[in-house]
């Protein structure tokens, strides 16, 4: 994995034989200039030592996923949640794919760039939508339904959104804690992207048979997890498994399968035929519409999360020489719903929250497919005027301002709620007596 690598326009990268800051630098060019996204559809095209390029069918495939999000959200399809499915093969796919990209160059992972790069590509978004959030709550909120929504911002700002969920806390009767509930699979990616460069830097120097091997046996370590935490908790709940749904490490087999499937084509030359990758592709489309069609709330993700992360899988190795992925996901609507599909997935469930709560009978200038319509043009607006700017242009100060000010915000939500709960409690001692707290107080896990 030492060989050098060449990037989409022609220009051979600098070997590792030469500087390597100079190698991660070109290389990060390299990424920017060939994306419309950054994240984005970057794979090989064979090998280690081919280049890299950009695959419309998989932001295509990313509109799906979102696609799925949405109609679900909207009461329009039932089983639609497992669109985060995709998102987390397709996530673990495209980063693997990367970093194996930039070991092969530089013979290095750049920790830096990497985290740079997610920086510039995650936090201005998120950090909009947790501004605007605090700033409404703190406008119409009374104090005893502020404090959840700051714990709320809170574990968002830290990527902890899922912790809650994960140890058993269950927020479904907390309209404002669950106005940023959407955030747990955000977080999960993320708190993967914290140790996948490492595992990605050891397995690099393995041999071919042993790479695969430590990843295979990740995999299956949290598929297992994965099935011990849905039946075990499964008979206890009519709906979600909350604890099984947003487990980080019962759900790291769908990104690390995604990851897998990333090393498997990247060590080995697979020429797919259009006959055989179409027959691919529409078994991994059987799949996907079969795990929407059948899943069961309860006992999800276990088992029944198989199809759909299986049907992405699937997806992405036919590629585009499908006739399926080159005509159907990679028209341009899906394609261009996907570039915008993190901004999308981050405002649409706080919009709908929102106006769920302020207009409860749901009038016609809030319908939910309406609401969903103006969260299509801010992300729009969002991707060309913010966005895009910021990962092309890659200002020096963008990524210190952007940590700091994610940072400041996480410590200023958690003081905050820490004080209101004292507040409250000071105020119910004085009205109640002594060592009497309420109901009150205890819902909202004062500390």
């Not at 030469?18 to 996204?37: G, N, R, S």
């Not at 890299?52 to 932001?59: H, K």
């Not at 397995?203 to 091997?213: D, K």
Request: glycine residues 6%; hydrophobic residues 50%; neutral net charge.
């Amino acid at each position: 994995m030492t060989s050098p690598a060449h990037s989409t326009s022609g220009t051979s990268l600098p070997t590792t034989q030469l500087d390597v800051t100079t190698c991660h630098q070109h290389l990060d060019k390299t990424v920017i200039a060939t994306l419309p996204t950054e994240l984005d559809p970057l794979v090989a095209n064979g090998p280690m030592t081919k280049s890299l390029a950009y695959r419309r069918d998989i932001d295509g495939l990313r509109g799906v996923a979102i696609l799925l999000v949405l109609l679900e959200h909207t009461d329009l399809v039932h089983g639609g949640f497992v669109g985060v499915d995709v998102f987390f093969a397709l996530s673990g796919y495209l980063i693997t794919s990367i970093l194996l990209q930039e070991v092969d160059a530089c013979g290095t992972i750049s920790l830096a760039d990497f985290y740079g790069r997610r920086v510039r590509r995650l936090f201005p978004s998120l950090l909009v939508l947790l501004v605007v959030v605090l700033v409404v709550g703190i406008s119409v909120l009374s104090t005893s339904s502020l404090i959840p929504l700051l714990r709320s911002i809170f574990l968002a700002s830290v990527f902890g959104a899922n912790v809650p969920l994960m140890t058993g806390h269950d927020l479904v009767d907390s309209a404002t804690a669950t106005t940023l509930i959407h955030l747990w699979s955000l977080s999960v990616e993320e708190q993967f992207y914290l140790v996948w460069p490492f595992v990605v830097s050891f397995v690099a120097r393995l041999t071919p048979r042993r790479a695969c091997f430590a990843l295979t046996v990740l995999t299956l370590l949290s598929f297992g997890l994965n099935i011990g935490l849905t039946f075990h908790y499964a008979p206890d709940t009519p709906r979600f498994n909350t604890i099984a749904y947003s487990h980080t490490f019962g759900r790291f087999w769908q990104l690390s399968s995604g990851g897998l499937l990333a090393l498997l084509e990247l060590q080995r030359d697979i020429h797919v035929s259009p006959n055989a990758a179409l027959t691919i592709s529409l078994v991994g489309s059987t799949l996907l519409a079969l795990g929407v069609a059948t899943t069961q709330v309860n006992y999800f993700p276990g088992l029944y999360a198989l199809l759909p992360t299986t049907g992405a899988l699937l997806l992405l190795h036919a590629g585009m020489t499908s006739p399926w992925n080159a005509q159907v996901l990679a028209r341009p609507p899906l394609v261009y719903l996907g570039r915008i599909s993190y901004t999308l997935y981050l405002l649409h469930y706080p919009m709908l929250q929102v106006t769920a709560l302020v207009y409860p009978t749901r009038p016609w200038f809030v319908h939910p497919v309406g609401v969903i319509a103006l969260s299509v043009l801010l992300a729009t607006a969002s991707l060309h005027v913010m966005e895009n700017p910021l990962r092309q242009t890659k200002p020096a100060w963008a990524v210190p301002l952007l940590v700091t000010v994610l940072a400041l915000l996480a410590i200023g939500t958690s003081l905050a709620s820490i004080f209101l709960c004292h507040s409250i409690r000071c105020y119910e001692q004085l009205q109640l007596g002594g060592d009497t707290i309420s109901k009150l107080s205890n819902d909202l896990i004062c500390p």
